[in-house]
């Protein structure tokens, strides 16, 4: 049974970076869409970003420019590259593999000075 484990979240000033991992048991992650969620308080799931198979990513219009989604199919790995941290990112971050069930359980990070 695949699993996703998130980490690399924590407490950010506004402006600052912060990279999160996801990393997959399972040889599927392969060929497999990669997803980031984030989750603020009071609110809805929503897709932050994602990266096909063949590398192809795509944004959400409020990270556009700020985070950057990677992978490493070796090590079974994607990453979100945050940058200019703003307190409105603030929110739970979800990895997700596209079409399927299979969430990591979260890593929280806060903007905040």
């Known amino acids: 049974q695949v699993q996703l484990v998130e980490s690399g979240g924590g407490l950010v000033q506004p402006g600052g970076s912060r990279r999160l991992s996801c990393a997959a048991s399972?040889?599927?992650?392969?060929?497999?869409?990669m997803e980031w969620y984030l989750q603020a308080p009071g609110k809805q799931r929503e897709l932050v970003a994602s990266?096909?198979?063949?590398?192809?990513?795509s944004y959400t219009d409020s990270v556009k420019g700020r985070f950057t989604i990677s992978r490493d199919n070796v090590g079974n790995t994607v990453y979100l590259q945050m940058n200019n941290l703003k307190p409105e990112d603030t929110a739970v971050y979800y990895c997700?593999?596209?079409?399927?069930?299979?969430w990591g359980q979260g890593t929280q990070v806060t903007v905040s000075s």
């Open positions: 990266i096909k198979r063949s590398y192809t990513t």
């Open positions: 399972g040889s599927i992650f392969r060929g497999a869409t």
């Open positions: 997700h593999m596209q079409y399927t069930n299979i």
